[in-house]
């Protein structure tokens, strides 16, 4: 399955480029922290249409399907050595990415109902997209990135075990996992922003291993404190 290692690979890339861009694009060019009231928002989303549909395109429904390959990749490094946690990353991972794809796609579908309303009643407009933003935020995870944080843990719990990825990118994915998992409680929700930036390591990393060369390891297995040895007994 080396084809589709590769793949998974620059899948990695792409998604630490998508979130590095969307960072800068939200943060300094559409300053959108600072952007707070209902208003503010849909009257920016008049002026930036455009940019905004291409962010949701690329920073979510892209980023969703390319997560897809990345997911199997990751599957086929890992599944043989711990096949449980593998198993329940890869299906947390394809829910994460059909939640992105949803949130994405409800984000531009409201936004030509609301800039058309704008015209005729501007406040109007303001809730229309301040309810489609809601639920744009919901799917996408903005108040917790508890799907993406546990993938992340899993995956790296069972790149542990198997000793298929680099260690330090194992132990790394495991901090920045459990980040996106607490960020779901509301007084940590500000946690979401730092997962982020972890995860562009993370799958930078990821993507150079799997791009690169994978020398296999075989009958590498590591113990546990019951004196029982993963895959194996004494």
């Known amino acids: 399955m080396k084809h589709i290692r590769k793949l998974g690979g620059l899948s990695a890339f792409y998604m630490a480029a998508a979130y590095l861009f ?30 905004i549909f291409l962010t949701n395109l690329f920073g979510y429904v892209v980023f969703g399907l390319v997560l ?25 991972g394809t829910i994460w ?4 794809i949803a949130s994405g796609m409800v984000a531009n579908a409201g936004i030509a109902p ?4 704008y015209t005729q009643d501007p406040a109007q407009a303001a809730m229309v997209w301040s309810m489609t933003e809601t639920v744009a935020n919901g799917l ?11 993938m992340t843990l899993l995956i790296s719990l069972a790149a542990l075990q198997t000793a298929k990825l680099p260690k330090w990118l194992n132990i790394w994915g495991v901090v920045v996992g459990t980040i996106g998992i607490v ?21 930078i990393g990821l ?6 060369k994978q ?11 019951s004196g029982i040895l993963l895959g194996q007994e004494k």
């Open 215 to 225: 020398p296999e390891i075989t009958g590498q297995t590591l113990p546990l404190k």
């Open 22 to 51: 969307n960072m800068i694009l939200f943060l300094v060019v559409l300053d959108y922290p600072n952007i707070t009231t209902a208003s503010q928002k849909v009257t920016l989303l008049v002026e930036k249409q455009g940019v």
């Open 183 to 203: 960020s779901l409680i509301p007084a940590l929700n500000s946690l979401v922003g730092l997962f982020g930036i972890g995860q562009i390591i993370w799958f």
């Open 97 to 100: 990415a059909g939640s992105l």
């Open 68 to 92: 897809i390959p990345f997911v199997i990749a990751l599957y086929d490094r890992l599944s043989a050595g711990s096949p449980v946690l593998t198993k329940m990353a890869a299906i947390l």
């Open 140 to 150: 996408g995870n903005a108040n917790g990135e508890i799907l993406g944080g546990l």
């Open 114 to 117: 609301a800039v058309a309303l």
């Open 207 to 212: 993507g150079v291993h799997l791009v690169g």
